[in-house]
């Protein structure tokens, strides 16, 4: 239960999980990097992309709605963007994180912002795996 | 606009991912530098080689 708490609380905010560990420098090191990777990404121009969804009319039409998109690997890049689940629900709250198509930083500063949250999941799991006495 | 440069970008990129990834997989202070310094010279020459490589196939 504790471990799952650590868990959640790492996805909300990079390395939260740690520090209420006092896990103090990792937890640092771990929110400095990925909150930068996520600032530049934001700054190149970069999109945090929402999950388009049509409204179902069964059940089975929410796993066919997914696929229907112009191009079905947003959904891959909504899953990575979901990994800072706080900077996520910020951005569909105060819409930002659109992204700026015509910069020539728009495909890296959206790398940067999926990879940020691709690496939160690891260290959210991190501190699960600690908080379990898996690792140290 | 920052980081027009690709170069710039990705040798920035390799080395936070380096750090949390050194961080995550290894226990101590010395392993960590040294898998950190793996890694990010592992993805920056990687991506500088297979680049010079793409490059044979370009038109």
Redo the contacts between chains.
């Keep these: 239960m504790k471990a799952t708490f650590y868990f959640i609380a790492g996805w909300l905010i990079p390395g939260l999980g740690h520090l209420l560990q006092k896990k103090f420098w990792?937890g640092a090191?771990?929110f400095v990097?990925?909150g930068?990777?996520t600032a530049?990404g934001l700054?190149?121009?970069g999109k945090i992309y929402p999950l388009y969804l049509e409204k179902p009319h069964n059940p089975l039409q929410v796993i066919v709605n997914l696929f229907k998109k112009e191009n079905p690997l947003t959904l891959l890049a909504f899953l990575a963007d979901t990994g800072n689940l706080l900077l996520y629900a910020f951005a569909r709250l105060f819409a930002f994180g659109e992204g700026v198509l015509e910069?020539?930083?728009f495909e890296?500063g959206t790398?940067?912002i999926a990879?940020a949250g691709l690496?939160n999941y690891?260290?959210a799991l991190?501190a699960f795996d600690i908080a379990r006495g898996k690792?140290? | 606009?920052?980081?027009?440069s690709?170069l710039l970008?990705?040798i920035?990129?390799a080395f936070?991912?380096s750090?949390?990834?050194a961080?995550?997989r290894r226990?101590s202070k010395k392993a960590r530098l040294k898998y950190g310094l793996f890694l990010f010279l592992t993805m920056v020459v990687g991506a500088l080689v297979f680049g010079w490589f793409m490059y044979l196939f370009a038109r």
Excluded: C, Q
Excluded at chain 2, 1 to 4: D, F, G, K, N, S
């Design positions: 990792r090191a771990f990097s990925i930068a990777m530049i700054m190149m121009g910069r020539v930083t890296f790398a940067y990879g690496l690891l260290v991190d690792k140290t | 606009m920052i980081l027009r690709h970008s990705m920035i990129y936070f991912v750090v949390v990834l961080l995550i226990p």
